[in-house]
């Protein structure tokens, strides 16, 4: 599902050289390193950092919502790719509401028996550009074939 021209402030987001910010490694390795080149656009995902595990636990929070909260700046304008952490999604859309980061578009298909669908069901209730989809079903290799068929996209656009 596309929510508020979703490709239109993706393709000015990857214009204006935005960061793209993942939830897990996973979805940052499957993202085409080819692309990003090209687009001179940066990955990010901070999950494994060591301020954020001992933060999360310090916290008694996930892994993915402090590195979600400590990217709050490098999101602003951006794009938001989450494919596995639910709880990522949801810190993205409280800081959004917080008005803490402001990214272009927020593609968010997380996995999972366990708070996946309430956050996709949540993201299509924002004003923010969104791509979801319904269910319990998404993960990784969802987010990224959404994001390397954006780049692509706006890559023959360009030709």
Known sequence: MFHNDAIKFGFQAIEKKCNIITDVEMVRSGISKNSLTKLNLKCICNISNINVVDDAKRFNKTRAEIAMRNLAEEMN????VIGNAPTALYEVIKMINEKITNPLLVIGVPVGFVA???????????TIPNITNIGRKGGSSVACSIINALMLLYLHRLE
Request: hydrophobic letters at 40%; zero cysteines; glycine letters at 14%.
């Open 116 to 126: 996946a669908v309430e956050s996709k069901i949540e993201l299509s209730k924002t």
């Open 77 to 80: 304008g951006g794009i938001i």
